[in-house]
């Protein structure tokens, strides 16, 4: 589930890249700072982005520790220490809200609907536009289905295989537990995945959430047929 402002910001994370690259092969006069690299980013955006419709370029383009956390660590071309892992899994575990009413599997296939759709947050999009999950953009999820990224792992037989014949179950808790927290912040697991914090950046609702746990769970999705 690729996030918009990452796609956005593509441009502006290749032209930092391609200077730290420069950075780190290199060394001695004319050799740009991390600070340098960093002014330079903001120019870039400064000069090659502007507000367009629902899109507004200072919240596309704004950091939090966990965001500068990993961006430092692209630019530096190696994962991040175990400890910095830890302590912004644990910060991004505080924001998942788990279902107000208690319950995590809504309607799959209202959930399947929303793994197909790419919409939503886009500058062609108006506040209203309902936003999907765009969840086949990065996952295998049907079968069937013959077009889909594969950014991330195949989620097909996703519930079979953690052996969840009944998502009601009190032994199903701990995986469909996981499951909603997986999708409401990715990185409360994994410092820093690819996959978007859909919940706890506001992409997705609760309702939304609680369908693609029901796709990904349900025995009557697809997902585990």
Sequence with gaps: ???RTTLVALPVVLAAAALASCAGGFSGPGTPSAAEIDALTQQIVAQS???KGIVKVQQAFAEDETLRACNAAD?????????????IEALNMQTVKWPADGKYLGDWKAGEALAQSGRG????????????????????????????GTIGPSLYHYGKLR??????????????RYTWGKIWNSKA?????????????????????????????????????
Excluded at 76 to 85: M, N, S, V
Excluded at 169 to 174: M, Q
Excluded at 197 to 225: M, Y
């Design 163 to 176: 052996g969840v014949s009944d998502p009601n179950a009190p032994e199903s808790r701990e995986v469909v």
């Design 1 to 3: 589930m690729h996030s």
């Design 49 to 51: 982005f502007h507000d």
């Design 121 to 148: 947050m886009t500058w062609t999009d108006t506040a209203k536009t309902p936003n999907g999950g765009n969840c086949y953009n990065c996952h295998q999820i049907d079968k069937k289905e013959i077009s889909f």
């Design 75 to 87: 630019v530096a071309g190696k994962p991040l220490d175990a400890e910095t892992a830890k302590r």
């Design 189 to 225: 697991y994994a410092a820093c995945s690819n996959m978007p914090r859909a919940g706890h950046k506001g992409i997705l609702n609760e309702k939304q959430v609680a369908d693609l746990v029901a796709l990904l769970l349900d025995p009557a999705s697809p997902v585990n047929k």
